[in-house]
């Protein structure tokens, strides 16, 4: 079975401090994405990867850095966190567009920017 | 705009009724998925689509990408299939764009 572990599950931060989510895929899938997720926005892409050392820009990626070091690991940093960023945040890995494409997301990672 | 338009974006069933729920998208998409999301907030794959229809059980979904719209049908729903399906379509790049959800609610 597929399996994406994401840290920390639950955050709380000041504004203006530093965060990294971490994710963890044990897939062998070449990307990777973040999500995150709002009451009636549903899920939008923040960033996204192709494999180790690529980061895209997704389509909301002001205030988010991303870093792939590795096949299997895939951050996700708020240099300055604000609260507008307090979110849900998941992390997925898959590779679309062949038989076996589908997308696994890890549990989620809940933070809150006071 | 919204690259992905689901609808009904809620509705509530009695058990063992049918459903269908419908993605329209702006994109031209090549592979679509759906997903739910259970009440713990748990992501999980129901169908992963290229042009074509897919069924699993009493789920059965269909993915027109000429017409650029996908559809989830719900047979003979269960307290179980509560949550909120949520549709991705794949874009340029791999780039998966999600519709805002559907929630279901089905009572006994």
């Known amino acids: 079975e597929a399996a994406v572990t994401q840290s920390p599950r639950n955050k709380v931060a000041v504004t203006g401090g530093k965060v990294t989510l971490s994710c963890n895929q044990t897939n062998n899938h070449n990307n990777m994405y973040w999500y995150r997720q709002d009451t009636g926005h549903g899920l939008r892409l923040i960033h996204y990867s192709y494999g180790a050392g690529s980061t895209e820009k997704g389509d909301i990626p002001d205030g988010y850095k991303a870093s792939r070091p590795s096949q299997e690991n895939f951050s996700l940093i708020l240099e300055l966190a604000t609260p507008s960023q307090t979110s849900v945040y998941f992390c997925?890995?898959?590779?679309?567009?062949?038989?076996?494409?589908?997308?696994?997301f890890g549990e989620g990672s809940k933070l809150t920017v006071l | 705009g919204d690259k992905v338009k689901q609808s009904p974006s809620a509705l509530s069933l009695q058990e063992g009724t049918n459903s269908a729920l419908r993605c329209n998208f702006s994109?031209?998409?090549?592979?679509v998925q759906w997903f739910l999301q259970n009440p713990r907030g748990s992501l999980i794959n129901l169908f992963y689509?290229?042009?074509g229809t897919k069924e699993n059980g009493r789920l059965k979904s269909a993915f027109d990408s000429k017409e650029s719209y996908s559809t989830l049908h719900i047979r003979d729903a269960q307290l179980e299939d509560s949550g909120t399906y949520f549709c991705a379509a794949e874009g340029t790049g791999s780039k998966l764009s999600f519709g805002k959800g559907a929630k279901l609610t089905v009572s006994p």
């Open positions: 997925a890995s898959g590779d679309p567009g062949g038989d076996t494409g589908q997308l696994y």
């Open positions: 689509l290229v042009p």
């Open positions: 994109i031209a998409a090549t592979t």
